[in-house]
């Protein structure tokens, strides 16, 4: 059992807002989107005719990203975020698609989010840190862009998650000794919760039913936003648990954490 296998969906539809997307992590996003499935469908929705969307023209045939042209009739009214919610609708009603990636920090593509669940679907949010927490929640997974910002421009984990964490917490453990810890307060809470609900009578817990459902509680949680490539390497580097190794049958080896005592 691989504690890191996310959830693999076969055919997916990619939807980006290039008003609030970059045309920079194009690359990276796309890498990332297929580690969940197949992009069958790749549009992307703007104002081609404005040039503040110039940098994403070069990367549409690269990439067979389809553009959808949507003028702006009315000052004010985001007539793009319509656009794309009436594909997603009907691309959701063909029933051909297992899961939908929304490229966006707009929190207006909450409903949509959770409209697409209520079929039986998966999300994937894909943002920056400034996306509103409802629009993050409504997705089952969701992903900070500027994680793929970071990573393209250092081969350190470690050293692209440190402007990251700044962004999404600036609370920090107070250790034993003294010194803070280099993890948030409330990422170290969660996985004490979360271990107390997957653990068994004897207390030691799988690592793969703990990330599911730390994904379930939060859908925002990447190892990579701590710094670390998996699960396994966050969970041992917050030096909360025990952890041990067990085989099942040739060479499948999964590891079991147990909370150490206080």
Same mark, same amino acid.
């Given at each position: 059992m691989n504690s890191e296998k996310q959830v693999k969906s076969d055919r997916v539809a990619v939807l980006i807002d290039a008003d609030n997307a970059s045309a920079r992590l194009v690359e990276p996003l796309l890498k990332e989107i297929a580690r969940y499935g197949s992009a069958h469908v790749k549009?992307? +929705?703007?104002?081609?005719?404005?040039?503040?969307?110039?940098?994403? /023209?070069? /990367?549409?045939? /690269? &990439?067979a990203i389809q553009p959808i042209q949507q003028f702006r009739y009315t000052t004010g009214k985001n007539s793009t975020d319509s656009a794309l919610i009436i594909d997603a609708m009907d691309l959701l009603y063909t029933k051909n698609f297992d899961a939908f990636c929304i490229v966006s920090s707009d929190s207006d593509f909450t409903r949509l989010a959770s409209r697409i669940r209520e079929s039986g679907l998966v999300v994937y949010g894909f943002g920056e840190s400034?996306?509103? #927490?409802?629009?993050?929640?409504?997705?089952?997974? &969701?992903? +900070?862009? #500027?994680? &793929?910002?970071?990573?393209?421009?250092?081969?350190? +984990?470690h050293e692209a998650a440190n402007s990251l964490k700044k962004e999404l917490s600036t609370q920090f453990k107070e250790s034993s000794i003294g010194q803070k810890s280099s993890f948030p307060e409330e990422l170290l809470t969660l996985l004490k919760d979360v271990y107390e609900d997957v653990s068994g009578d004897d207390g030691w817990a799988y690592l793969g039913p703990l990330g599911s459902q730390i994904q379930k509680l939060s859908p925002s949680f990447d190892s990579r936003n701590y710094g670390y490539k998996k699960l396994g390497e966050l969970v041992q580097a917050t030096n909360l648990f025990d952890i041990k190794m067990i085989q099942h049958g040739r060479g499948v080896v999964e590891p079991l954490i147990k909370l150490k005592p206080e």
């Open positions: 549009r992307i +929705y703007g104002d081609w005719t404005n040039q503040s969307l110039n940098a994403w /023209k070069s /990367k549409l045939h /690269k &990439f400034k996306t509103p #927490e409802a629009f993050v929640s409504a997705c089952d997974k &969701f992903i +900070y862009t #500027e994680l &793929f910002e970071q990573i393209e421009n250092t081969e350190s +984990y």
